[in-house]
């Protein structure tokens, strides 16, 4: 019946007092405590929070942010939320009259000016220090220090879940980093074989060049066919493609190095040690050596002669 009877005052225009204040934090941790101006306003010389009274027609947080306006001068100050609501004992005859919302606000910065018929001096504290000097047994200030008490759990809540998300933040990033390092001991691991079987290969690919035509149809000569393509089948499994290189092609040094190219290649010539001097055109002339990739990663080089 209590609350019907609140019900049907409110309806009749039964007066409610609203108030909003703020604990302003810094980037430091530090909290914005005023001192009330004296003779000024009610309550003079004791220690207070920004904030005061709702307007007909404002939100809360528009009411709050006129408030830090009209008394600090800042209109950049970040409205967290709602830490604590403050009233008045049960029975006592103000219950029933006066609302508290007690907020938390991030300062980004800016110049403070005091409105000086509201507060005469302000100064950043250490939250503990701000409770310490608001424990004096006034009711006035006793009211502010338990909203103080609210904003350190609520920062030391917000400051574990901050710690939290990067903890999160560098698993993931161990998580990823460790991922990376498995491929990278994987891709280490198969280049290192793949290095073992390349040489292989080119023997087979000498042996096979010099087969006799009378003989390229032995069985012989198609089991060891057999055996090279086998082993280009596991280069292929790993990733490995040869370098697709054809005589006629620019030299490119990305997929290619030049070898005897202080010769003039002529078929005379012995062991590349004619001597004589020539203007390249920079074009392949012959693949002594084929080369292989991983992906875009050049693993060896094809060895090339230019002309």
Request: aromatic letters at 6%.
């Amino acid at each position: 019946m209590k609350n019907k009877k609140i019900e049907m005052e409110i309806e009749k225009g039964w007066p409610i007092q609203l108030t909003v204040k703020a604990v302003v934090v810094n980037k430091d941790g530090k909290v914005l405590l005023l001192k009330r101006a004296e003779k000024e306003v009610t309550n003079s010389s004791k220690y207070d929070l920004p904030g005061g009274g709702i307007e007909k027609g404002e939100t809360m947080e528009k009411s709050l942010k006129r408030e830090l306006v009209e008394e600090l001068g800042l209109d950049n100050v970040e409205i967290v939320g709602v830490i604590r609501v403050g009233e008045y004992p049960e029975g006592h005859k103000k219950f029933d009259s006066l609302k508290a919302l007690r907020f938390i606000a991030h300062y980004n910065g800016g110049e403070i000016k005091l409105n000086p018929r509201e507060h005469s001096e302000f100064e950043w504290l250490n939250i503990d220090e701000a409770i310490k000097k608001l424990n004096t047994g006034d009711g006035f200030e006793e009211e502010k220090m338990e909203t103080l008490k609210a904003a350190k759990k609520y920062l030391e809540m917000e400051m574990a879940l901050d710690g939290w998300k990067r903890s999160l933040a560098e698993f993931e990033n161990y998580k990823k980093m460790q991922a990376e390092s498995q491929k990278d001991r994987i891709r280490y691991a198969t280049e290192n074989i793949v290095m073992q079987i390349i040489p292989v290969i080119d023997n087979f690919h000498v042996s096979t060049s010099h087969i006799p035509e009378d003989q390229k149809d032995g069985g012989w000569v198609t089991g060891i066919m057999y055996i090279q393509k086998q082993l280009e089948n596991v280069l292929a499994e790993n990733g490995v493609e040869e370098i697709n290189l054809k005589v006629g092609d620019n030299f490119d040094t990305k997929y290619c190095e030049a070898v005897s190219d202080n010769c003039c290649h002529d078929e005379k010539c012995q062991d590349g040690k004619c001597g004589e001097k020539k203007k390249f055109k920079n074009k392949i002339k012959k693949v002594i050596l084929k080369g292989y990739k991983i992906g875009d990663k050049v693993i060896r080089a094809a060895r090339v002669i230019v002309e």
